[in-house]
């Protein structure tokens, strides 16, 4: 388990792992994609030929989480299947069909003194992450970095610490079997907390830190952080079943976006639903219920269903990251609209809707990283998006939005090519 350090010690252990990324990363940022590529497919036949050992190591943490009581959504998040493995070996074969974004050009044009300038694609170089419960998240980084020409730092948490463990061991493994620096892929979940402090706050350390969790990880990251921070954010989301609402797409919707997999942040949180869609929406909350999602409703809903929770105040700006969610019976869609403006934490939206200029209009008001018109918030992932996987899916508004692959990994560097000239 975790390694009991003073701050010091663990700083210069964290400084270690990152001057070693940083020498590893010199070495991935010129390799050819067809050389990124064999590492990938030999990161894709690790996992696949350990997924017993490493299902194993899963089974040591989910039973060390059902001592500590914790909480079911988190346990589903933690636990990894054969289904869930396969699919992160897919995840890994897709990114490897992936055009190599590094060396893109994109922009250049020949200066009037004749000097040729181009900018283009580089890797960040050291990413850092911090994560908890996800440990397919330590894949899909791992893979996103390789592509994409950078090392990777992971910090996933002691939830996860033991098949974190062994899966980067696995994956550092087949990156040696390639030739390349097992440096490439680092954890630093065996200093804790406090190491987690440390790669937060080792300036010269990262060239960026991202978190992707709950939002007291993800708020103690971006407050306490020296280094960048691109913040992923959480998840209250909303489905706006309109007036115009075709029925069988608004309970078909709805039912996806919170049951498909309530534990995740693109799961949806609250639906809104018009004052006239009545008979939809009664439909829309009858199949939640059946489905066993626990209402927390307005006044007006709690007259449309029976079994349900009054809604407080604090329910609107819940992400509930479970079987629960909350209703509210809107006038109109300048109301939906001041209800996503105030408690959307910017993440996904949907709007449920016949109407053609109802559609352009939520598309064009509402401030998310992604909005959807008639279609599932659980699409909004690197997958889904044919991103091959994701690192994080960015709520802000700098660098990168929404869901992050290849290209959210890299920056640009401007190259001028000359023949002696000077300038006057």
């Not at 493994?173 to 490439?184: H, K, N, T, V, Y």
């Amino acid at each position: 388990m975790t390694a009991q350090l003073d701050s010091d010690s663990v700083t210069a252990q964290i400084a270690a792992v990152t001057k070693a990324a940083r020498a590893a990363q010199k070495s991935l940022a010129s390799a050819s994609r067809t050389e990124k590529d064999a590492a990938l497919a030999a990161m894709a036949e690790a996992i696949d030929a350990n997924r017993a050992a490493i299902l194993e190591a899963n089974a040591t943490d989910l039973q060390r989480g059902r001592e500590l009581h914790t909480a079911e959504a988190m346990l589903d998040r933690l636990q990894l299947t054969d289904e869930r493995i396969d699919g992160l070996v897919s995840a890994l074969g897709d990114l490897a069909a992936l055009p190599d974004p590094i060396g893109n050009v994109l922009r250049g044009n020949n200066l009037p003194n004749g000097i040729r300038m181009q900018q283009v694609r580089v890797p960040l170089g050291v990413v850092g992450a911090i994560y908890e419960a996800r440990p397919n998240v330590t894949v899909d980084i791992a893979g996103i970095g390789i592509k994409s020409g950078n090392a990777v730092i992971l910090r996933g948490g002691s939830a996860a610490e033991t098949t974190n463990g062994v899966t980067i061991s696995v994956l550092r493994q087949a990156l040696e079997s390639r030739g390349l620096p097992a440096d490439l892929i680092q954890g630093v979940d065996q200093w804790g907390r406090e190491g987690a402090n440390s790669l937060m706050t080792y300036r010269g350390g990262v060239d960026v830190l991202i978190p992707r969790g709950g939002p007291g990880l993800i708020r103690a990251v971006v407050d306490n952080a020296a280094v960048p921070v691109i913040e992923t954010g959480a998840g209250v989301g909303h489905v706006f079943v309109d007036a115009s609402a075709n029925p069988e797409k608004a309970v078909d919707i709805v039912f996806n976006s919170k049951t498909h997999r309530p534990s995740v942040c693109n799961a949806a949180e609250t639906v809104l639903i018009h004052k006239d869609a009545q008979e939809t929406g009664v439909s829309v909350l009858n199949s939640l219920q059946e489905a066993g999602v626990v209402l927390h409703v307005d006044q007006t809903a709690a007259t449309w269903v029976a079994d349900a929770v009054a809604a407080t105040d604090e329910d609107w700006s819940t992400e509930y990251l479970d079987m629960q969610m909350s209703v509210k019976i809107v006038d109109d869609l300048d109301q939906a609209l001041d209800h996503v403006e105030t408690y959307s934490t910017g993440h996904t939206e949907v709007i449920v809707t016949e109407n053609l200029s109802n559609a352009e209009r939520y598309v064009a008001e509402v401030d998310a990283a992604v909005v959807m018109v008639n279609a599932s918030s659980r699409f909004t992932d690197g997958g889904q998006f044919g991103l091959g996987a994701e690192i994080g899916i960015s709520t802000q508004k700098l660098h990168a939005r929404g869901p992050m692959g290849l290209e959210e990994l890299t920056s640009t560097k401007w190259i001028l090519r000359g023949d002696g000239q000077i300038r006057d």
